[in-house]
């Protein structure tokens, strides 16, 4: 008794404070008209009606002859049949569910699903009436006797989809596979799933990289066994990488040292200026960042991706680089003294020995 | 209209005259709060309120009476906390009574039948409110799965909801004489409608509020919902979740990392409305361009502060003055300009790094240019951003306009199943059946049912996309000269790529283009229905929209555009209020 208090007690503390905060309603005093202005007294007693009629379950026409026809022992073939299309033209989803599931109850099942073939919204509705219960047998079964062999995919991945432990999984797609294989017609879709049944430890390439860093060769293996698109998999490693803050890794991962033009590349299918704003997310330290830059071939891009990200040195390079003295001394107002990256350009300023073009 | 829903809601309540108590499913309070508040519940014998949790405690003699959403699986959690409670041998009568919004179903009394339950221990009720005008000129009737329901699966237990809602919305309005219906549940809604009207009776009213009305679905024009808005209100609705008017976050997120090492950005906290009556700063900026937002919220802090500085050089008097006048107001306004600073702040961290390119790409796609860039961005944006909802939704704009070939598809279906798990492999079905991605081929041995499969209409082919669009000159030829700080052209919404197809046709309406014009430029969308009775041209020049699945801000901004245009009122009703990442929600998501 007394824990069922302490239980009474703390909803109640919920809810007092739920009313109070919560409830707030929009404002009461702005302009509620009143309501026979709006409509007359007919007109609202019509609405209201209406309100009062579903309260007393007076039952409509449709129901009425459902009801009839559920009642009388034996119904007529053509009456059930007129009840079913005369259901899908109303268009009200509620009617044809019941007169569907009227008739499963009266009618032998391939018989109901041959009538139902013929009509592609009474299927669908129905379909949907199944997927929402969870009844995954009969869709499956409906789909089959329909004709709708594409569909038994989507019937595959529903039976999965709630399920997170992943031997309960396996076990029943695979009960589902033997079941149903021979249905499955296109090749494609066969290689998907054949695909997911490989795939059920998951698609964390993470978690694989962080059980055993240096292994390279599983991670390989891993991506050619799925054909893991190469952009996807670099980006992740970027990210796992640059998260855990293993910057030599990275480095020797991504940067493929040039001897010859001392200008070193990045070895990716990325577009070097997503490789560089992906890891400038992580917040490397400047220098890390600056190596990748370097790495970009157009200097113009490098040159603005430097500025918006504050990496000074390597700006300051550039322009040293390209002896511009004004532009330093235009820069030099954006760096704080005294760091590092003043004194480089103070030196650099100071120096007799460049030649400026300005 | 508020009054109305009351009414219909007290009805409900009446039916057990003692105390109550109620439990509510945590997605009903807001768009509950806007009905009715909580005095006016105790008016009604309500006692306490609580929120539909796991597990129930023990009321006593009261009666309870549950709040929910048409949902199986919540309708069952239900179900099951009832009958733990009762003894069916021997039910305590008007006890237990559920409330369903909008609409209980069938599967709902057939369960309750088949546990026994039915009229003796649990009373179902119905219950829709009317719709909620969370603006100027918006109305939305806040019911969440409908687009999910209606297009994804194409059930339509919903759309004699919607019927009923416009069949009680002319009680108040009273019936336009012009009205025009595009698609395929519009006009079934329309059917409904005058099927209610011959069953229940119209509305006494003789003339009209509304000049016009259009009916038209969602499924007509996508691409308003899944390219990237750049007014205000859209993007705060593409970020936050907007519910019900009211724009919330309520806690910071502590995940730094997501499940694919990306960094994870945080937004801010806040929670305000969106109500441009109370809040003038928000009638300023709800409809402007993005980039116009931050320098008019930075000119109003520095007035905010210049005013504060000379707050502090007054004389006694005149701050007596200021105190009484004005100090109210000030205090209001910097609580509204802080919110919104969040809010911008918020958007461009999330969105800004991305936004031009994605622009950029939109524009290509609505111009059907450079495919290969599209595609190739596509792949890029699937990783990088590792957002099941952006990437899927820039595919499916891609598939109905630029038309994508059976292995592009089937590539990015891959590489999607293998971002974000296979899992979701369902949902490829749920795209065929929406249209966006054509049906393959059957292989199997003919049949007359495979056939009848084959007879099946694609919804949308690219052809139709440009079309259409071109016939209706909804892609400004110069996307550039649009002007997004003094807009006079409605697709500034877009950045000046596209205009919403309701925008178009309310110009047509108008300006009284020829009926026949109208006709001939929209029978190529999809069924199509008009009805004159001897309304047209317009005679007042207002102008209902109701649309069937979701209206976004962006449309509603480029409708408000012509209505400063044209000097005309244009009120948009729709059943939610959108982004192209619901859309996609409901394609990942639903049946839960």
């Known amino acids: 008794m007394a824990s069922k208090n302490e239980d009474d007690f703390g909803i109640q503390d919920l809810s007092q404070s739920f009313n109070e905060l919560v409830f707030s309603s929009v404002t009461e005093e702005s302009s509620v008209l009143p309501i026979f202005s709006v409509l007359s007294k007919t007109s609202l007693d019509l609405v209201l009606d209406d309100i009062k009629s579903v309260n007393e379950y007076v039952v409509p026409p449709w129901k009425k002859s459902l009801k009839k026809c559920s009642t009388d022992k034996n119904t007529h073939w053509n009456d059930k049949l007129l009840l079913l299309d005369s259901a899908l033209e109303t268009m009200d989803g509620n009617i044809i569910i019941s007169v569907i599931l009227f008739l499963k109850s009266t009618l032998k099942q391939n018989i109901f699903f041959h009538q139902l073939s013929k009509r592609k919204s009474a299927v669908r509705h129905y379909a949907n009436y199944l997927i929402i219960n969870g009844q995954f047998q009969q869709l499956a079964d409906l789909y089959m006797a329909t004709g709708n062999n594409a569909n038994m995919k989507q019937v595959y991945y529903l039976i999965g989809r709630d399920v997170t432990s992943k031997d309960v999984l396996y076990k029943r797609l695979e009960q589902f596979m033997v079941e149903h294989m021979p249905k499955v017609n296109n090749n494609e879709d066969k290689s998907e799933l054949f695909e997911n049944m490989h795939l059920l430890p998951g698609c964390a390439l993470q978690k694989e990289w962080e059980k055993n860093k240096n292994s390279n060769e599983a991670i390989m293996d891993f991506k050619k066994r799925l054909k893991v698109d190469d952009f996807g998999f670099e980006w992740t490693i970027l990210n796992v990488m640059a998260s855990m803050q293993l910057w030599p890794q990275l480095t020797a991962t991504f940067i493929k040292p040039n001897w010859l033009t001392k200008k070193n590349t990045l070895k990716t299918v990325m577009n070097p200026e997503i490789f560089v704003y992906g890891l400038s997310r992580h917040k490397p330290p400047k220098d890390v960042l600056e190596q990748y830059l370097a790495c970009i071939s157009d200097s113009e891009k490098s040159l603005y991706l430097a500025q918006k990200l504050n990496c000074h040195k390597f700006v300051i390079q550039h322009y040293i680089n390209q002896r511009d003295r004004l532009a330093l001394i235009g820069y030099k107002a954006k760096v704080t003294a005294p760091t590092e990256e003043y004194f480089l350009i103070e030196n650099a300023l100071q120096s007799t020995d460049k030649k400026w073009k300005n | ?592």
């Open chain 2, 1 to 592: 209209m508020k009054e109305i829903s009351k009414a219909q809601l007290s009805k409900i309540f009446c039916v057990n005259p003692n105390t109550k108590n109620l439990i509510i499913e945590s997605a009903l309070i807001r768009p509950l709060e806007r009905v009715c508040g909580v005095k006016w519940l105790k008016g009604y014998g309500v006692d306490k309120i609580y929120k539909l949790e796991g597990a129930l405690p023990n009321f006593g003699a009261n009666a309870i009476f549950y709040m929910i959403f048409s949902d199986a699986k919540v309708f069952k959690q239900v179900v099951n906390q009832v009958r733990s409670q009762i003894d069916l041998e021997n039910p305590p009568k008007n006890k237990f009574h559920v409330i369903v919004v909008p609409r209980h179903l069938t599967d709902f009394e057939n369960e309750l039948e088949q546990l026994g339950l039915l009229y003796t221990a649990i009373t179902l009720h119905s219950f829709q409110w009317m719709p909620f005008h969370l603006d100027t000129g918006i109305l939305s009737l806040e019911i969440p799965s409908l687009f999910n329901s209606l297009f994804v699966y194409q059930d339509t237990k919903f759309v004699p909801v919607l019927s009923k809602i416009l069949w009680q919305l002319c009680f108040v309005i009273g019936k336009p004489r012009f009205i025009i219906g595009l698609g395929q549940f519009s006009n079934a809604l329309l059917n409904q409608y005058d099927q209610l009207c011959e069953d229940r009776g119209e509305t006494d009213k003789l003339d009209s509020d509304f000049g016009a009305l259009l009916v038209i679905d969602r499924n007509i024009d996508y691409p308003s919902v899944l390219l990237t808005p750049g007014t205000y209100t859209a993007l705060l609705s593409e970020v936050y979740s907007v519910n019900a008017g009211v724009c919330e976050n309520k806690e910071e997120s502590i995940d730094k990392l997501d499940q694919k090492y990306n960094p994870l950005i945080d937004k801010q906290v806040l929670t305000f409305n969106l109500d441009s009556i109370q809040d003038s700063i928000y009638a300023d900026i709800k409809n402007r361009y993005f980039t116009e937002v931050t320098s008019v919220l930075s000119n109003l802090t520095k007035q905010l502060k210049s005013e504060k500085l000379q707050s502090k050089e007054m004389a006694l008097d005149e701050i007596k003055h200021y105190v009484q006048t004005q100090l109210q107001a000030t205090k209001q306004k910097k609580k509204f300009i802080t919110n919104h600073l969040l809010a911008a702040e918020s958007i461009i961290n999330i969105l800004g790094h991305r936004f031009e390119n994605q622009k950029q790409v939109e524009r290509n796609i609505v111009k059907d240019s450079d495919k290969a860039t599209n595609l190739n961005y596509l792949d890029e944006l699937l990783a990088t951003e590792n957002d099941k909802h952006i990437t899927l939704r820039l595919f499916c704009l891609l598939a109905i306009t630029q038309t994508l070939t059976e292995s592009e598809i089937r590539s990015f279906w891959h590489k999607y199943l293998h971002q974000f798990g296979f899992s979701y492999g369902f949902a490829f079905t749920n795209l065929i059946n929406m249209g966006f991605v054509p049906e393959p081929a059957q292989t199997s041995s003919s049949s007359s049912l495979n056939l009848q499969n084959k007879i099946k209409i694609p919804k949308f082919t690219s052809s139709n996309f440009y079309v259409n669009a071109k016939n209706l000159k909804q892609i400004p030829s110069d996307p550039d000269k649009v002007n997004v700080k003094y807009p006079t052209c409605a697709s500034y919404p877009y950045g000046g790529s596209y205009i919403p197809l309701i925008t178009q046709i309310s110009g047509m309406i108008l300006n009284s283009t020829p009926i026949d014009d109208i006709k001939s430029k929209l029978e190529t969308f999809g069924t199509f229905s008009m009805r004159n009775d001897r309304g047209y041209p317009l005679q007042s020049r207002s102008v209902l929209i109701y649309v069937v699945g979701g209206i976004t801000y962006a449309e509603i901004a480029a409708c408000n555009l012509l209505e400063t245009l044209t000097g005309a009122r244009i009120y948009i009703l729709s059943d939610k209020l959108v982004t192209g990442n619901d859309l996609m929600k409901g394609i990942l998501d639903y049946p839960k």
